[in-house]
Every structure is written in structure tokens, then in C-alpha cells.
């Protein structure tokens, strides 16, 4: 899920982001297209207007010499006075020049401003040729022209920056910063309902069958909804389905118990007046009446543990005592199967629950070593403290379990081998009824197979 969210929250940022720096570049290339133009026009007008100045400056005085000293004096200043970068000439009003010979196409320019009327012309940008009428001193008509117009250098002011403008930066990182936001809270928005349904799913997989998710579906109407609609129709189906098997199995459990009880009572009579060769069928009688009573006894115990109505009263005990107390009565069942149950190792530890339940899903783990253990070898109990929890530690020298039933030990009636746990007279009932208790103790119970052979099943409480 946090996957989902960060993926979801990552490329919707990113793709807001690229796609905002990407639209604003178009945008500002675009206004840059006719500020590029309107800049050029004014740089060509501003330039042709200081070299048309400068020309007619010029001009001015080399027809004030050309009237006083004569054309080989014009030529001279001309050419040795010239404006930096140009070739100047001067030419009368009938396009004739006065200080030399002059380039064809400024002649051109000459004859276009003479016949134009104008009193100013500039070719190509100012960058050709420039020709513009000059009043010398005695108030005579000139025309003053120059070729090679030296271009000026733009400026920088305009380009500062490209290809970003300025403050580009900080605008982008104010744009960053809220499209986070809102992506965050999109992303936040697009993933609740998958992180209510990974809650929901979590609580119904711990056996909290009254699980529902709950969004808001006005305005929605999307595949989510639909998603949780169905989740809700699954719980409450699941819900019905094992509120009925529970309630079947606790009602036959109770109608069990009557007909055993008359079993019992024909069973007693049929031994008074029974032969002596009657004997061994009315002891096997007696013993599968027994097992069946033992059987009913622990399906009621279930039923309770796994109904909603399981309560015990809480006290704090001592866990050791516990476990002394089961080892001692097993090692005692067990020594007449040619078996052992030794309590290894032990520290005072204290929790909040039931007594008498913890003694009973420690003594259904106990029972069930010793029936599987080898003989001649002993079923091992050791208690430790880890990291705040009471750690009950039974480990037999058995054949242990496959790997793929290690989890499967715990349910109702699972049964690894049928032949081999008839015999040994197990229900298949005891373990789930451990698992069921430990959790109402709020710990859990694992299954796992020795290194060197045989079942370790550690009990984890938490301390008080």
C-alpha cells in the first residue's frame, strides 16, 4: 500500500511538474518571438538614427570645407577624418560626387534619397549604406553618404537569463512546492479506500468476522466502491458462514452429551449382568465412550474460546508455576509410556490472564510431545524472557512435522497422518485450542522442526 501511495504521489508530481516547466517554456518562447522582433526594429531605428546623426555632423563640415578650400580638400578630409568604420563621401544635390570616386550602389542610395524628396535614408539595416541631406554653413544643399556602417552591439539586458527569464527559479520552486501538495493530497485521496481495505483485511484475517469498510460513496461511484461493496458482501457472508458452523458445532456438541450420558448409564448396567467373556468388548466400550467425551468436552471449549462471547476473569500469576505444574503431571502420564518431560531452564515471570487457560494450552503442547516423541526420549519445556514477552519452549524428539503443515497444526481437526493419530488417541482439537487461548492472551503460538529432529512450539505471552 505505501507502495501504491509513494508511486501514485511520485509520477503525479513529476508529471505536473515536467508538464508545467514544459507549457511555460512554450508560452514564454513564444512571447519571446515578438519581443525578439519589437526589440530589433527599435535597435535597427536607434541605430540609424546615431548614424544619420553622426553623418549629417559630418557632412556639415566637409561641405564647409568643400565651399572654402575646394574639392581636393574635401577628399583629403575625407579621408583622413572619416567617421570610425565608414567610408564618407559627399555629393551634391545632382548626385555627382565631391570627394572621389564613390561605390555604385551608395550612388544608388544618393540618386533614391534625391529623388524621394526624404531628408534621411538608410539601407539594409544601416548596415550598407547611409545617405542624408546636409546644409553647409552658407546654407548650400549637400548629400553626405557613407558605406560599411559598423554595427553596434546589442544589448544584454533583454537576454539575461535565457533560456529562463529572471526569477525563473523561484517561481518554479513556489509551482514545485503546491504542486506537491496537491498531488500529495490527491494521491492521499486516490489510495484511503485500499488503506481501509488492507486494515479491514488485516482485522478479518485475525478473526474479526464483524469487519466492514466504510467510505464515502456519494460522488464516487467508481471501481473502488464497487471493490468495497464487495469486500463488505465477502465479510458478512464469511461472517454468517462461521457463525453457523460454530453454532452447529456447539449444538451437536450439546445433543452429544445426552445420548453419552445414557450410553454410560447402559453401559453400567450391561456389566452387572454381563459373563466374564463380555469383559474386553465392555472396557473397549467404555474407553471410545471416553474419547468421545473427551472429544465433546474440548469442542465445547473451542466453541467458547471462538465465540464472541468468550470471557475470563484476569489475574496475575506466575508463568514458572504454571509450567511446573504441567510438567510434573505429564512427566507422570508419561513415564508409563517409557517417556519423559523435563522442565529445563525457568525465570519468575509474571502475567495478566487466566490460569487455568494457559495451563490448559500448555498441557494440550505437552501431551502432544509426548505421544510423538521417541522413546527413551524426553519432551523438553524451558521458559525465558525475549524482548517483554514469555517464551514457553516445548520441543520433542519426534519425526517432526513437513514444512507445509506447520501452520495447518493449529486448525480443528487437522490431522497430519489418520491411522498414526487414531492410535495415538489424539482429537486433532487440542493444539487449536492452544493457539485460541495464547491469543486471547494477546500472544501467539509457532510451529517449527529441530535442527537434529523433532517439534519446537514456542508460547509467546507478553509479560505484565
Given at each position: 500500500m505505501r507502495t501504491m501511495f509513494v508511486k501514485l504521489f511520485f509520477w503525479f508530481w513529476l508529471a505536473m511538474t515536467l508538464s508545467g516547466v514544459v507549457i511555460f517554456l512554450i508560452a514564454f518562447n513564444m512571447r519571446m518571438g515578438p519581443m525578439h522582433a519589437q526589440f530589433e526594429r527599435r535597435y535597427t531605428a536607434e541605430r540609424a538614427r546615431i548614424v544619420?546623426?553622426?553623418?549629417?555632423?559630418y557632412g556639415h563640415t566637409a561641405a564647409g570645407i568643400y565651399e572654402k578650400y575646394g574639392e581636393m580638400a574635401t577628399r583629403n578630409f575625407v579621408q583622413q577624418r572619416e567617421p570610425h568604420g565608414m567610408r564618407a563621401y559627399l555629393f551634391s544635390t545632382t548626385g555627382n560626387s565631391l570627394s572621389g570616386p564613390a561605390p555604385h550602389h551608395l550612388e544608388v542610395a544618393v540618386r533614391q534619397l534625391l529623388d524621394s524628396g526624404v531628408t534621411e535614408l538608410v539601407f539594409d539595416k544601416g548596415v550598407v549604406a547611409a545617405a542624408v541631406l546636409v546644409k553647409s554653413p552658407r546654407g548650400k544643399i549637400y548629400v553626405a553618404a557613407a558605406t560599411g556602417v559598423p554595427p553596434m552591439p546589442p544589448?544584454?539586458?533583454?537576454?539575461?537569463?535565457?533560456?529562463?527569464?529572471?526569477?525563473?527559479?523561484?517561481?518554479?520552486?513556489?509551482?514545485?512546492v503546491i504542486g506537491g501538495l496537491v498531488c500529495y493530497g490527491l494521491a492521499w485521496h486516490l489510495t484511503s479506500p485500499v488503506r481501509q481495505l488492507r486494515a479491514a483485511a488485516q482485522r478479518l484475517g485475525t478473526g474479526d468476522l464483524t469487519t466492514?469498510?466504510?467510505i464515502r460513496t456519494k460522488g464516487r461511484g467508481d471501481e473502488v466502491t464497487d471493490l468495497v461493496r464487495d469486500f463488505n458482501r465477502m465479510a458478512e457472508r464469511i461472517e454468517k458462514l462461521m457463525t453457523a458452523q460454530k453454532q452447529l458445532v456447539r449444538d451437536v456438541s450439546h445433543e452429544l452429551r445426552s445420548?453419552?450420558?445414557?450410553?454410560?448409564?447402559?453401559?453400567?448396567?450391561?456389566r452387572r449382568t454381563a459373563s466374564a467373556e463380555a469383559a474386553a468388548p465392555l472396557d473397549r466400550i467404555e474407553q471410545e465412550a471416553e474419547r468421545l467425551n473427551e472429544m465433546i468436552g474440548e469442542l465445547l471449549t473451542l466453541s467458547l474460546?471462538?465465540?464472541?462471547?468468550?470471557?475470563?476473569?484476569?489475574?496475575?500469576?506466575d508463568v514458572a508455576e504454571v509450567v511446573a505444574e504441567v510438567v510434573g503431571d505429564a512427566d507422570f502420564e508419561a513415564a508409563g509410556r517409557n517417556r519423559s518431560v523435563r522442565c529445563i531452564s525457568t525465570v519468575p515471570l509474571s502475567v495478566t490472564?487466566?490460569?487455568?487457560?494457559?495451563?490448559r494450552a500448555l498441557e494440550n503442547v505437552v501431551r502432544n510431545g509426548v505421544r510423538y516423541t521417541?522413546?527413551?526420549?524426553?519432551?523438553e519445556v524451558s521458559l525465558e524472557e525475549v524482548s517483554g514477552h514469555a517464551v514457553i519452549r516445548v520441543r520433542d524428539h519426534g519425526p517432526g512435522v513437513p514444512e507445509e503443515s506447520l501452520t495447518q497444526i493449529f486448525r480443528p481437526f487437522y490431522r497430519l497422518a489418520e491411522a498414526r493419530d487414531r492410535q495415538t488417541g489424539g482429537t486433532g482439537i487440542g493444539l487449536a485450542i492452544t493457539e485460541r487461548a495464547v491469543q486471547l492472551h494477546s500472544g501467539n503460538v509457532l510451529a517449527a522442526n529441530a535442527p537434529d529432529g523433532g517439534l519446537v512450539v514456542d508460547i509467546r505471552i507478553p509479560v505484565s
Open positions: 544619420c546623426e553622426a553623418l549629417a555632423l544589448p544584454r539586458v533583454l537576454l539575461q537569463g535565457w533560456p529562463f527569464p529572471p526569477d525563473f527559479w523561484f517561481h518554479f520552486c513556489v509551482y514545485f466492514r469498510v466504510s445420548p453419552l450420558a445414557r450410553l454410560n448409564v447402559a453401559l453400567g448396567l450391561a474460546l471462538e465465540s464472541d462471547s468468550a470471557r475470563f476473569e484476569k489475574e496475575t500469576f490472564g487466566s490460569r487455568e487457560m494457559l495451563r521417541a522413546e527413551g526420549t524426553p519432551v
